[in-house]
C-alpha cells in the first residue's frame, strides 16, 4: 500500500470538521483528501428499494452540484450513495471500520475500487490489518459526523448506526436532514423519531439542494460555467429532465428558483439565461 498515509490534526489537509471532536484521532488514508465542505448519506443495511433508489439519487445530486459524499461503505442506504456520487462523476469519501485494507462487506469491492480510481478517498481511524468488530462501528460513525458539513439520513429502523450518526452530528452542531416514511414501516421508524425530536424533513431531490445551498451556501458547481447553466442559445422546458438529470417536477421547481434569483427566464416554450 504504497499511497497509504497517515494525517494529524495539525496537518493542513486534516477534515477540519473533526477538530470538533475532544479527541481528533490521526485518520490512515488511501486516495485524495479535500478540506471542502462535504455532505453525509447515512441509513440502513435493511432498506427498502424506495431508500436505495433515493439514496442514489442523493449522491448523484451532490456529486453534480459539487460537493463530497461521505458515508461508510456499507450495505444499502451507504453503498446506494456511494454509486449516485460515482454515477455522476463526482468525489466520495469512505470513512470504515476497518483498517483502509480491508474492504467490509467484501460484496463492495469493487465499490472500494471504483471509489479510489474516480478521485475519492477510503478513511479509517485504525491501523492496516484492522478487523471489522462489530463495536468499532459506533467510533466510525463519529468520523462520518465529524466530516460532514451536513448529515443526511434517507431510511433508519428503532436501532442502527445512521441513527448514532445523526445524533452525534446534531451535538457537534451539524444539520440532519431527514427523509419521512410511512409510519408503519420498520426502516422508517427511526426517521420519523427524528423528525419528532427537531430534524428536518426534506421531501425529495430538489428540497435536498435547496436546503443544503441555505446551509452550506452556493454549491461548487453552481457558477456561471457550471454544468446544468442556460447557454446563450437557451434550452427548451421539456429537454431540462433529461439535461439535469431528474424529474419534470424537479426540473420545473430548480427553473423557477433560477428565475426568482435571476439566473433564468422563460420565453414561451424556451428558457433563456437570465441577468443574475
Not at 477534515?15 to 453525509?40: F, K, N, Q, R, S
Not at 481511524?125 to 478487523?131: D, I, L, M, Q, S
Request: charged share 20%.
Amino acid at each position: 500500500m504504497n499511497d497509504l498515509r497517515v494525517i494529524c490534526h495539525d496537518w493542513p489537509d486534516y477534515p477540519v470538521g473533526l477538530l470538533d471532536l475532544e479527541d481528533p484521532p490521526p485518520l490512515y488514508v488511501l486516495g485524495i483528501t479535500t478540506t471542502a465542505p462535504a455532505v453525509a448519506v447515512v441509513g440502513t443495511r435493511k432498506c427498502t428499494r424506495y431508500g436505495l433508489n433515493l439514496a442514489e439519487a442523493f449522491g448523484h445530486a451532490l456529486s453534480r452540484a459539487g460537493w463530497t459524499t461521505v458515508s461508510g461503505l456499507a450495505r444499502g442506504i451507504d453503498a446506494a450513495a456511494h454509486r449516485g456520487t460515482l454515477r455522476g462523476q463526482g468525489r466520495a469519501v469512505a470513512v470504515l471500520g476497518s483498517g483502509v485494507d480491508v474492504v467490509y462487506p467484501v460484496q463492495n469491492t469493487d465499490l472500494y475500487r471504483a471509489i479510489l480510481s474516480g478521485g475519492g478517498a477510503i478513511m479509517s481511524e485504525y491501523p492496516p490489518g484492522t478487523r471489522p468488530d462489530r463495536w468499532r462501528f459506533p467510533a466510525r460513525n463519529r468520523i462520518i459526523a465529524g466530516i460532514a458539513s451536513a448529515v443526511v439520513v434517507v431510511e433508519a429502523g428503532e436501532k442502527g448506526g445512521a441513527l448514532i450518526t445523526a445524533r452525534l452530528a446534531a451535538e457537534m452542531g451539524r444539520p440532519v436532514l431527514v427523509v419521512p416514511g410511512d409510519v408503519d414501516r420498520p426502516a422508517s421508524v427511526g426517521c420519523n423519531r427524528l423528525i419528532r425530536d427537531g430534524a428536518h424533513p426534506i421531501l425529495g431531490v430538489e428540497d435536498l439542494l435547496c436546503e443544503l445551498e441555505l446551509i452550506l451556501g452556493r454549491p461548487p458547481n453552481n457558477g456561471p460555467a457550471a454544468e446544468g447553466a442556460i447557454p446563450a442559445t437557451g434550452l427548451a422546458i421539456d429537454d431540462l429532465p433529461s439535461i439535469w438529470g431528474c424529474t419534470p417536477a424537479e426540473a420545473l421547481a430548480r427553473l423557477a428558483r433560477m428565475e426568482i434569483t435571476g439566473e433564468a427566464r422563460r420565453m414561451g416554450d424556451v428558457v433563456l439565461p437570465g441577468s443574475g
